[in-house]
Nanobody
């Protein structure tokens, strides 16, 4: 599986962005998907995840109520809608795929990674 993340950019605090992650291959629906982020000098951290069917999602406390993860299995794409952005959301955002139905919050549980897309939120 190859993953291509896009949609990052520069936005003012309070604004919104929608990240997309397009996956190659015909077995996208067999993978749970996750979004992680990494700010300079910090460890990669879990943001959100979704099960292979899309029926179950999970969010980091820091983004709960502001971010929404979704997927379109027909389009082999997973999305991260980010609203009410804060300067502390500034980071490189990575999508990841995990074989099987269930997601994980641990970055070492994922099998494939996209290249990352930069999100910068100005105050």
């Amino acid at each position: 599986v190859q993953l291509q993340a896009s949609g990052g950019g520069l936005v003012q605090a309070g604004g919104s962005l929608r990240l997309s992650c397009a996956a190659s291959g015909r077995t996208f629906s067999h993978y749970a998907m996750g979004w992680f982020r990494q700010a300079p000098g910090k460890e990669r951290e879990f943001v959100a995840a979704i099960s292979s069917s899309g029926s179950s999602t999970n969010y980091a406390d820091s983004v709960k109520g502001r971010f929404t993860i979704s997927r379109g299995n027909a389009k082999n794409t997973v999305y991260l809608q980010m609203n009410s952005l804060k300067p502390e959301d500034t980071a490189a955002y990575y999508c990841a795929a995990r074989r099987g139905s269930y997601y994980s919050t641990g970055f070492n549980e994922y099998d494939y990674w996209g290249q990352g897309t930069q999100v910068t939120v100005s105050s």
